[in-house]
């Protein structure tokens, strides 16, 4: 079952002047055609203006596509009746957490979203109860989001959209703003959804360490989809991949660079656990 399905999706943001005629067009995502099956942890990369926002705004219906169709659990992103439903299934999570967090309260913050579409008062602490609970943040539920760390304030902001019980979620860079340890707090937060609660998670990095575990992964350039594989396949492309103005993670380079010196080592090595098993160490 796919949770998302696009097809032959293009969108252009059209620049007008004051008069109203166009002045430009960037084809922001060019026939773009994907799928994810429900359950997945998928992650988007590409470097800055390949595309990953505006294709994920269009699985949360904030964009509606210029030419083709995006499909999230079976419905149109394009029907309007649909709109709440499909933001629902499909919540997103934003690169800064102080855009995200409205409550004075944790608690309280994580609560609105149930609130605003009419859950019984009783479910609703239910809901921010096993929201808080699945990315690690029950013991602050009494705090000021103020008083939090970066890496903190996302999980919290995490906590809001799963309150909605989504189906599936959609984070675009939520860790480009915080330092390493609030990345790794938000990162394994994130897996346990997937893992634990069964959320599909769309996860869009600029962050190689944070994909290794991703069932599938897609590569955007300008606009399309320049590669798709599982990580290992992805990764041990790296000549492809430096072409398209992306890192590695280092233990991938540093074996790959043994590898090309003569080390016998396998292709597409992603973690020191594996590079030290191939060396026989
Ligand atoms: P990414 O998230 O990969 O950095 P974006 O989807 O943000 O890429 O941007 C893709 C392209 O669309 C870029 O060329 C960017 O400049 C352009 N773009 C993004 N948002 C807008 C906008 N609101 N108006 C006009 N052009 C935009
Ligand atoms: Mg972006």
Redesign the pocket.
């Known amino acids: 079952m796919n949770i998302v399905k696009a097809e032959n999706l293009t969108y252009e ?1 059209i ?1 007008r002047d004051e008069d109203g005629n166009v002045e430009g067009i ?1 084809t ?1 995502v060019d026939d773009v055609s994907l799928r994810v099956k429900q359950g997945d942890f998928v992650a988007i990369l ?1 470097h ?8 994920a705004k269009h699985i949360n219906a904030i964009l509606s596509p210029t030419e083709g169709t995006v499909w999230v659990d079976g419905k149109d992103t394009r029907d309007e009746e649909e709109i709440w439903n499909i933001r629902q299934t499909a919540g997103m999570v934003f690169q800064n957490p102080d855009n995200q967090i409205i409550g004075q309260v944790v608690e309280e913050d994580v609560g609105f979203g149930p609130e605003n579409i009419g859950v019984p008062t009783e479910e609703i602490w239910e809901r921010v109860t096993e929201s808080l609970r699945a990315v690690g943040m029950y013991q602050f539920r009494k705090y000021s989001p103020n008083k939090l760390s970066g890496g903190q304030k996302q999980r919290v902001s995490i906590a809001g959209v799963l309150a909605m019980h989504p189906k599936c979620i959609i984070l675009d860079e939520p860790t480009a703003m915080l330092d390493p340890n609030g990345r790794k707090e938000v990162i394994r937060a994130v897996r346990g959804l997937n893992q634990v609660e069964g959320v599909t998670v769309i996860l869009i990095t600029h962050y190689m360490e944070e994909i290794i575990h991703a069932d599938k992964v897609f590569v ?1 350039d300008r ?1 399309k989809i320049a590669m798709e594989g599982t990580p290992r396949e992805i990764f041990s492309q790296v000549e492809k991949l430096k072409a398209l103005r992306l890192d590695v993670p280092q233990v991938t380079l540093l074996a790959y660079n043994l590898q090309k010196k003569g080390v016998p080592l396998p292709d597409g090595i992603l973690t020191t656990e594996e590079f030290v098993k191939a060396l026989g160490l």
């Open positions: 943001y620049r960037t922001a590409g800055n203006g390949s595309g990953k926002s505006t294709l955007m606009g």
